[in-house]
């Protein structure tokens, strides 16, 4: 039976990235429609990247630690933007927190090769998108539990093509809502079909 939806392609897209482009896939249960971020990412990319630092916060912060540093981090980010957060990280009670680490110029410095290849990219399918409903996104792409980009697919086989996609973001997607949000969210959106 010939596949009409856009599940076939969705699965194709999330399968070749899983396979050969080291990502990993994300759940929903991870999701925090409300802030537009995935809590336990943010928390174990910090873990495992920056783990004396959180070690310190953790003796002045308690249990609490985790529920601040995300409080922290969704009032920077709606204030700098989630390039800025991903470039610069954020600042808890004197500290830099760091989101991201890119690759370096040269392999001289193993300590940041080790960083940036600890970095998280995943891969989730059928989002919750707006706070309001249950419309979900095809896929949202994330790096260390901050969405970066999100995409919307179409099959010609229904008789739609991208530009049916673009369509769906203009009319279908309340820009308001905080996956979508300029600037302190998913950065860029797609529109995609097979062509």
Not at 160 to 180: C, E, T
């Amino acid at each position: 039976m010939k596949a009409t939806t856009e599940k076939a392609f969705e699965a194709y897209i999330e399968e070749s990235l899983l396979e050969k482009g080291g990502w990993v896939p994300g759940t929903n249960k991870e999701w925090d429609k409300k802030n537009a971020i995935f809590h336990q990412r943010i928390i174990s990319f910090i873990k495992d990247t920056q783990l004396k630092l959180y070690q310190k916060m953790q003796e002045l912060h308690g249990n609490e630690l985790d529920e601040k540093i995300i409080s922290t981090l969704i009032k920077e980010k709606n204030i700098k933007g989630t390039l800025h957060i991903l470039r610069h990280g954020f600042r808890f009670f004197g500290k830099t927190i760091d989101m991201a680490y890119f690759k370096p110029a040269h392999s001289l410095n193993n300590d940041i090769l080790e960083k940036y290849n600890k970095n998280q990219l995943t891969v989730t399918r059928q989002v919750v998108c707006h706070t309001v409903n249950n419309d979900t996104i095809d896929l949202v792409f994330s790096i260390n539990g901050l969405p970066v980009a999100t995409c919307e697919l179409k099959n010609p086989a229904t008789g739609q093509n991208w530009k049916n996609a673009v369509a769906q973001y203009r009319k279908d997607r309340d820009w308001r809502m905080p996956l979508f949000k300029f600037k302190t969210s998913a950065v860029v959106h797609f529109a995609a079909d097979p062509d």
